[in-house]
């Protein structure tokens, strides 16, 4: 490895969630595979999170990772002991405390670009203090979102125009205004925006800082939301430099099983399983980390799949808080036990849509989730919940044409709208799995995934583009 860049050193600053420090640690791996000297700042519980990826990149012969960590003030705005990730939260009511314990790295954190001097900062979006602290220093802040360019440029001129407020109810469409694509949505699915509650504040202040940055670094790449990327930095004059998809820096299976610490069932037995599958034949359902479904949702999810008589995996994560299991009923489980592998927990997501087997992939939207899918070459089911996930269906069902909306109507918070019925994702699977245009989704998939791969080998958009920040970095530090 070339070691030109090793005079810069940069500060990465995940936020405590698990979409969040993935694809950041994938990031702070890119950077130090040329050579950029490279530290990560977190607190001490969340160190276990990433380590063993650091290790593995240790004998790719990346360069040395530091991780430094700064104590998390839990205590201090009244959340447990031990709560220093969103996972931990015991509540969704306790996430403004949580805002605030991150609010209060500010003064710690300055010490460390005090004593250290790093010449950039890569903060998460959640840390918009990041900006003004690092300029106190004289030092660039990069900001990462984790999210599309798509929905950078959504929020951005939904922000500008306010579009939903021309509207006289919140299920009437409405355009977003000079805007590729003609995209529709409605107040109801934008839910975040328009709301006047404790967070709104939190919201500006992160698009205040956002606008002062230096600019930000996408998870994303130049082909696959071009006419965005373009709105981003020609007509909104913002600075961006799309570097993904970052999952594609895994490059062997351990890798790839790693992105977070354990999977819930062995890797192994999963991909046997699915090693007895005819490609193409296998749904693959995960909703995330975060979202957790009421009962009767997943019993709906249940009953769609097993009418739509597809074989699936399903990982249904942590539903429940007592150690009782979820079932949709007594004997589905039994009725499902050769067309259906339900994991509990985390599963090795990447591999798994790697392969073969896999037709298709039903997703809340999530970001990392999307690009993996898309990595993949995967056609998507689309279930958006919260965040920018309808932003992101809106992408791959009208943009991109390789998803299929089952009808959710509603944001909401983590907890998914329930009004949506089995027999919506009955049709909604077959549509992607036996239907006529089925073909031309898989085809049209195939050839995205083949651009993701492309961007990111040496001459590609995504390396050019990293190259390039790199160089730009060095220039402003002599």
């Not at 956002?210 to 939301?225: A, H, I, Q, R, T």
């Not at 985390?346 to 899918?373: D, K, M, R, Y």
Request: charged share 25%; proline share 5%.
């Amino acid at each position: 490895m070339g070691t030109k860049y090793d005079s810069l050193h940069i500060f990465f600053f995940p936020f405590m969630a698990h979409g969040h420090v993935i694809p950041l640690v994938d990031m702070v791996k890119l950077f130090a595979a040329k050579g950029v000297k490279t530290t990560i700042i977190t607190t001490p519980l969340n160190v276990p999170t990433f380590s063993k990826a650091i290790e593995n990149a240790k004998t790719h012969r990346i360069k040395e990772i530091q991780i430094q960590t700064i104590k998390f003030p839990n205590v201090e705005v009244g959340l447990p002991e031990g709560c220093e990730h969103v996972d931990s939260i015991p509540s969704p009511n306790l996430f403004p405390a949580f805002l605030e314990a991150i609010a209060l790295l500010k003064e710690p954190f300055e010490q460390f670009l005090f004593q250290q001097r790093p010449n950039c900062v890569v903060a998460d979006m959640f840390f918009p203090w990041a900006t003004n602290s690092a300029a106190k220093f004289g030092i660039p802040r990069l900001v990462f979102h984790g999210i599309s360019l798509f929905s950078l440029s959504a929020t951005a001129t939904m922000t500008l125009y306010e579009p939903y407020n021309n509207t006289s109810s919140d299920s009437e469409l409405f355009v977003i205004p000079n805007f590729p694509g003609e995209i529709k949505m409605t107040r109801l699915q934008v839910g975040n925006l328009l709301s006047k509650d404790e967070m709104s504040s939190f919201w500006k202040e992160v698009h205040e800082s956002d606008v002062k940055s230096y600019g930000v670094v996408v998870n994303s790449f130049y082909e696959l939301e071009k006419d965005y990327a373009d709105l981003y930095v020609k007509k909104l004059g913002r600075k961006a430099w799309p570097i993904g998809p970052l999952s594609l820096c895994n490059k062997d299976k351990e890798d790839k099983t790693y992105r977070r610490n354990k999977t819930s069932i062995d890797d192994h037995e999963c991909l046997k399983w699915l090693d007895s599958k005819r490609s193409n034949s296998v749904v693959y359902v995960c909703f995330g980390s975060v979202v957790r479904f009421p009962n009767s949702m997943l019993r709906e999810i249940a009953m769609g799949l097993e009418a739509s008589g597809q074989q699936f995996i399903w990982v249904m994560g942590k539903q429940k808080e007592d150690s009782e299991e979820w079932v949709p009923d007594e004997g589905f489980e039994k009725r499902m036990e050769h067309k259906g592998l339900i994991i509990r927990g985390w599963a090795p997501q990447v591999l798994i849509l790697e392969h073969e087997a896999i037709g298709a992939f039903v997703t809340h939207c999530g970001w990392n989730s999307t690009l993996e899918g898309v990595a993949a070459g995967v056609p998507m089911i689309t279930f958006p919940v919260s965040a920018e996930q309808f932003y992101n269906e809106k992408l791959l069902t009208e943009v991109l044409k390789i998803g299929v909306p089952v009808g959710v109507k509603k944001w909401t918070l983590f907890v998914g709208d329930d009004s949506v019925k089995w027999d919506a994702i009955e049709k909604a699977v077959k549509r992607v799995m036996v239907e006529e245009e089925a073909e031309g989704m898989r085809n049209r998939a195939k050839a995205l995934a083949q651009m993701a791969r492309l961007a990111v080998e040496e001459g590609g958009s995504s390396d050019l583009n990293l190259d390039a920040l790199i160089v730009e970095l060095c220039s402003l530090s002599h």
